[in-house]
């Protein structure tokens, strides 16, 4: 934990937010609660953000910042179209389940913050599909994928496979059959969108 002389930085406030959040709930994600949390008055925490909705706001944008790293590398790399998609797809899945487990009241109090975050869930889902955008153009190009709409057919795909990522269904990640059923999805999502045998 942080000194009482430690600067009073945003990174700060919002690494106390979530702790606050992971501890009491997401109610308490409010600007007086996490200036209690920090030991300073509300108008210290007000010099960074300006009100509890900007706060929620930066919590989940920090929330989903640390999910796309690993997406990110795999849609740079230069592997065959149809593997890196679907790499792409498993390492969603894996990190919202790694985080899930790991840390299961702040990824609960996300969905509940996240609700009220429109515009900062609609720019995480944006990057989502235009990673998966990047991969299918890709594949278009050097002929793996069929002539599609590369944004369209990836927010497509973003959506067919929301129930093994999106946090909306995690209690159903438990489910033992899940990894068959995502299996049987993206082998019809690939049936429409190789071309001959990429889709194996």
Not at 22 to 32: E, I, M, N, S, Y
Not at 95 to 100: D, G, I, L
Not at 104 to 116: G, H, S
Not at 130 to 147: C, N, P, Q, T, Y
Request: charged fraction near 25%; glycine fraction near 4%; aromatic fraction near 6%.
């Amino acid at each position: 934990m942080a000194s009482a002389d430690t600067p009073l930085t945003l990174g700060r406030v919002l690494t106390t937010a979530e702790d606050v959040i992971r501890r009491f709930g997401p109610a308490k994600a409010t600007v007086v609660d996490v200036a209690k949390a920090l030991g300073v008055s509300h108008t210290a925490v007000y010099r960074h953000v300006a009100t509890k909705a900007q706060l929620r706001d930066l919590v989940v944008a920090r929330w989903a910042e640390a999910t796309m790293p690993p997406l990110r590398a795999v849609a740079a790399r230069t592997d065959p179209s149809p593997q890196r998609l679907r790499e792409l797809f498993d390492v969603l899945i894996a990190v919202k389940r790694r985080r899930a487990i790991d840390d299961p009241e702040l990824f609960a109090a996300y969905r509940t913050l996240a609700a009220d975050a429109q515009s900062v869930a609609a720019a995480h889902v944006g990057e989502l599909i235009e990673l998966a955008a990047s991969v299918i153009r890709a594949g278009v190009k050097d002929g793996a994928f069929r002539s599609v709409d590369p944004v369209r057919t990836a927010r497509a795909i973003l959506f067919a496979t929301s129930r093994f990522h999106h946090p909306a269904h995690a209690a159903e990640w438990i489910d033992l059959t899940i990894d068959v059923a995502y299996n049987d999805v993206w082998k019809l999502l690939m049936q429409g969108l190789c071309n001959g045998d990429s889709s194996t």
